[in-house]
């Protein structure tokens, strides 16, 4: 059965591990409850599948689950706000006699944790097909060096002039999909000390995009009015507090910004198998400051491609990031416009924001 004392537990446990401000909760009563989510919203049948029953690895029986009715369970979306990843998961928990046991997916993953404890279900690692411990399937094993301070020692080659190979194969690893590592405190640290060696331009602007359908339900809800083929200029005043918080959360901590307004619009409607997904959100920074600015990438890149062996330069270490990309991280992000125009079916905001 739906147990909200289950929830209540569960949400608890999560905020003493990861804090309290870490994840926001929207508990799902029924199915159709992932409608507002667009991009989990096919995850439906997977819905359907996990709350009719509950499911523990049986690796001595040729890994086959053995599946019986739940005892009790709950439905949420789990959403990462700080730091913000723009991703929601869909989780299920359930308990049966004295086992818990939790499930989890998005649109490119999916994993499974069984545990005698509540708490249990976050800290221990899940079991593969193989049999053996795959720590990767525990979401919040996933998601754990985000709150943690890692290790911010490396090593030097004295030899190196700027970067060193450590360094090169640091900035290579800033690279990849839920790449959850590049978010740590250890890692932005080391991605300020290496942009400060090298020179950072003056932008009139800076772009980013974003397709997150958390932040443009906010922002769609913020207004009593539906967006309309005219464009329309609003102000900061008129976005919910919910609205400010997201965009609060998703400006903020180290993120690839670009100074080529055209290769930013081309991430404002990617596509997936189900064809266009979401709202455009168009960020245009204002004059931001040197300060803000954690690498400016160019001069990085074109310092690596000229100091750096050919056998280095090998494999995608020299592409670790786009030649008109800027790490930056706006410290005190401050809405002063807002523009909507309806284009199709979904509006699109452009946000001017200063810091």
Not at 112 to 136: C, R, W
Not at 160 to 170: G, I, V, Y
Request: glycine share 6%; hydrophobic share 35%; net charge neutral.
């Amino acid at each position: 059965m739906f147990d909200l004392s289950l929830f209540s537990k569960f949400k608890e446990v999560v905020s003493d591990t990861f804090g309290e401000s870490f994840f926001v909760f929207d508990l799902l009563k029924t199915n159709s409850d992932l409608k507002r989510y667009p991009r989990l919203a096919k995850l439906d049948t997977l819905l359907t599948e996990w709350t009719s029953q509950f499911c523990i690895p049986n690796f001595e029986e040729d890994q086959i689950n053995v599946c019986s009715p739940h005892e009790s369970f709950f439905a949420c979306i789990l959403k990462p706000i700080n730091p913000p990843l723009g991703t929601a998961y869909l989780v299920v928990v359930s308990k049966k006699g004295s086992i818990y046991n939790y499930k989890w997916a998005d649109t490119h993953f999916e994993g499974s944790v069984t545990s005698s404890t509540l708490k249990g279900l976050l800290h221990e690692a899940s079991y593969s097909l193989s049999g053996g411990k795959e720590p990767n399937l525990n979401l919040f094993l996933k998601l754990k060096p985000l709150i943690s301070e890692g290790d911010i020692s490396y090593s030097e080659e004295p030899n190196e002039k700027l970067l060193s190979a450590d360094d090169l194969n640091f900035l290579n690893s800033l690279k990849g999909y839920q790449n959850f590592n590049k978010h740590t405190k250890a890692s932005i640290n080391r991605m300020r000390d290496i942009g400060n060696r090298f020179h950072k331009n003056n932008y009139p602007y800076l772009y980013r995009a974003l397709v997150n359908e958390i932040f443009y339900h906010e922002l769609e809800d913020s207004f009593d009015t539906s967006c309309s083929p005219k464009e329309e200029v609003l102000l900061s005043k008129d976005l919910s507090l919910e609205a400010k918080k997201y965009f609060k959360a998703l400006v903020s901590g180290v993120k690839s910004w670009t100074f080529d307004r055209s290769l930013a619009d081309k991430y404002r409607y990617p596509e997936d198998a189900g064809g266009l997904y979401g709202g455009s959100i168009f960020l245009i920074w204002v004059k931001p400051s040197k300060e803000d600015i954690v690498i400016d990438v160019k001069p990085t890149i074109d310092y690596i491609q000229k100091n750096s062996p050919p056998s280095r330069l090998k494999g995608t270490i020299r592409y670790w990031a786009l030649n008109t990309e800027v790490l930056a991280d706006p410290q005190s992000a401050t809405i002063i416009g807002v523009k909507r125009v309806l284009r199709g079916n979904y509006c699109d905001y452009m946000i001017y924001l200063k810091s």
